[in-house]
Structure formats: C-alpha cells, structure tokens
C-alpha cells in the first residue's frame, strides 16, 4: 500500500492557485438516507435507501496576506468572491502518483482572519461546494 504526503497539495480557485495554505480538510461528501422500514423487512432490521448526495465544504487555513492577489478584495481573490457571491471553478491536487485532480464549483461561504500577538496572521476559508464534483 502506497503512502503520500499531503506536502504538495494545491488549491486552485480561478484558475489561480491559492498562496500560503497550510491546511486543507474536506470535501466532506456524504449521502442522505430515507427510512424504508416495513413491518416485513427481514428480521426486523432498519433498511434505508440513498437520497441526496451532499458535497459539502472544503476548509482552507492560510497564513493571510492582505495584499496576496488570491486571498485580498480584487480581481479573483477569496474575498472578492465572498462578496461577489460568486461561484467559482476550484481544483484540488493530491500530490500522488499519478496526481489525483478533484474539481468543482464552490462558493466562497466564510473569510475569517486571526492575529494572534505570538503568531502570524492567518485565516480560515470556508467554500461550499455547488454542484457535483469531479473526483478523478
């Protein structure tokens, strides 16, 4: 069984690859189920059947830069898409090989920035994906 590291990862929104990322976590995708029960289901066990699928969100944490043109107010920054509530095209790249490229629409859902006096000035990312993905 092969192991990877997650060093190399990148996430591209834009087409323009977000700097100074230092964690990502998500999609979390999962399946809504419906209860299909009956009074004859075998052995009196709970069955259910697959409704939505959810696409969930994907977390950036960045060490922020207020004047790095993928996390500022302009252009195509993360910011700029948060409050243009745009939707933007976002790829994902596992760094095995062969690269694994995850792609999908997301908008830009929270921004929120920390500055810790002992620690750089960082920020949390929230997107919320809209659509289905690609998981190639």
């Known amino acids: 069984m092969a192991k990877y ?10 087409g323009a690859a977000v ?4 964690n990502i976590s998500g999609p979390g995708l999962s399946l809504d189920t419906v209860d299909v029960t009956s009074h004859d289901s075998t052995g009196g066990w709970e069955e ?17 830069d207020p004047n790095a043109a993928t996390h500022k107010n302009a252009a195509n920054g993360l910011l700029a898409k948060l409050i243009a509530k745009t939707v933007a095209a ?15 629409n997301a908008l830009v859902t929270g ?6 006096v002992d620690g750089a000035l960082t920020a949390s990312v ?4 809209s659509g289905a993905p690609t998981l190639v």
């Open 126 to 129: 929230t997107l919320k994906i």
């Open 90 to 104: 976002c790829t994902l790249v596992f760094p095995s090989t062969p690269a694994v490229t995850w792609t999908f």
């Open 48 to 64: 259910v059947v697959g409704t939505i699928l959810r696409s969930g969100e994907v977390k950036l944490d960045i060490v922020y």
């Open 5 to 14: 590291s997650a060093y190399g990862t990148t996430f591209t929104v834009a």
């Open 19 to 22: 700097v100074q990322v230092s």
């Open 111 to 116: 921004f929120e920035p920390s500055a810790s």
